[in-house]
């Protein structure tokens, strides 16, 4: 069974930053794409940012130029620039593997305010 093991979430103020990790348990050599989506409060669950196995990236238009995503090995991280109030929520990890199977982390929060 993989396991997700996130951190990095947290208080921080608007015009801040943060970076958040996550770490898979299963094989590196199976790993395919990687991301991070968010849940805000009373909201469904969006795709934030992901990275393929080759290194292409996405990002949600509302990320784009504050956001980055990356992968070392079977971590991922995404860090956040320019946080927003609009940008607390739960942050998820996700990872799909070559074999289609895809798991997700426990989530860590994010809140940011003044």
């Known amino acids: 069974q993989v396991q997700l093991v996130e951190s990095g979430g947290g208080l921080v103020q608007p015009g801040g930053s943060l970076r958040l990790s996550c770490t898979a348990s299963g094989s590196i050599f199976s790993l395919n794409v990687m991301g991070w989506y968010r849940q805000r409060p009373g909201k469904q669950r969006d795709l934030v940012a992901r990275i393929t196995g080759t290194g292409n990236t996405f990002y949600a238009d509302d990320v784009k130029g504050r956001f980055t995503i990356s992968r070392d090995k079977s971590t991922v991280y995404l860090r956040m620039n320019s946080l927003r109030p609009e940008d607390t929520a739960v942050y998820y990890c996700?990872?799909?593997?070559?074999?289609?199977?895809?798991?997700w982390g426990q989530g860590t929060q994010v809140i940011v305010s003044s």
């Open positions: 996700n990872v799909v593997y070559t074999n289609g199977a895809g798991y």
